[in-house]
């Protein structure tokens, strides 16, 4: 009973704090916190957020002696367009994951998180999408939350009113934000899951090429499987 009760307050709260992300979003920003993304010049909606993880819109050929000087290891493209166009050289690493924020789940989020801590081991790393603000805005927020330990009204407020774009791209990531189980996903990233939830695409397909694996072995190898019945009746014999 007295759960049920608490569901109105919930959902009321929900509302309240979606509704809040978006007012402030269209309000002027006076004062940016020290603790965000800081811009590094004035192109491609460039934004440093820790000495090894920068944010961006698209870059362009232009952008190589930049990422040069920023010693730029592995560039991440959150666009179903490939950066070979535009990215030369073979000293910076690509990784590609595509995915849009209105159909966002888990399994995309713990994919970025999960690529940006390797890639971190190898030098400062890029995140970018088309304009820097809402797919790299999510992915950047929740990297605030899950790995930094930010709470996330920090996290969005940094998104929102961070200046990296407008209100009208940030509703889907906000709406995610709001759902995401924030130690569910640490779990899962610490634990090299691809997914918080076992029915994942992503966890099913993992089982199936376990299970596969385990029948090819059977198929491949059948000796083995009659090896060790056999041993096994030795032993209850002794």
């Known amino acids: 009973m007295l759960k049920n009760q608490w ?3 919930f ?3 929900f509302i309240a704090l979606f509704s809040s992300a978006f007012a402030q979003a269209d309000e002027p920003i006076s004062i940016r916190s020290p603790e965000w993304a800081q811009p590094v010049g004035s192109q491609y909606n460039l934004h440093q957020m820790t000495p090894t993880l920068y944010r961006s819109g698209l870059p362009d050929s232009n952008a190589a002696p930049l990422l040069e000087k920023l010693k730029i290891g592995t560039v991440i493209n959150f666009l179903p367009e490939s950066d070979a166009d535009w990215l030369k050289s073979p000293d910076i690493r690509q990784v590609q994951l595509t995915y849009r924020t209105n159909h966002v789940d888990d399994s995309d ?9 390797e890639a ?3 030098g400062p790393v890029l995140m970018h999408c088309k304009h820097g603000s809402d797919r790299t805005g999510l992915m950047a927020a929740m990297y605030r939350v899950v790995i930094q330990g930010w709470s996330k009204e920090d996290a969005l407020n940094e998104m929102t009113l ?3 774009g407008t209100s009208n791209g940030f509703k ?3 709406r995610y934000m709001m759902r995401a189980d ?3 996903l640490r779990k899962a990233l610490l634990n090299g899951e691809c997914s918080t939830s076992a029915f994942a695409l992503c966890s099913v397909k993992s089982w199936m090429n376990t299970a596969n694996t385990g029948s090819w072995i059977q198929t491949a190898l059948p000796g083995v499987t009659s090896k060790n019945k056999r041993t096994e009746s030795t032993n209850d014999l002794e």
């Open 182 to 184: 924030v130690d569910k």
């Open 7 to 9: 569901l109105p307050a």
């Open 109 to 117: 989020v713990l994919a970025a998180l999960r690529a940006i801590q």
């Open 172 to 174: 889907d990531g906000v």
């Open 11 to 13: 959902g009321l709260a």
């Open 120 to 122: 971190e081991t190898n």
């Open 162 to 164: 961070g200046g990296f």
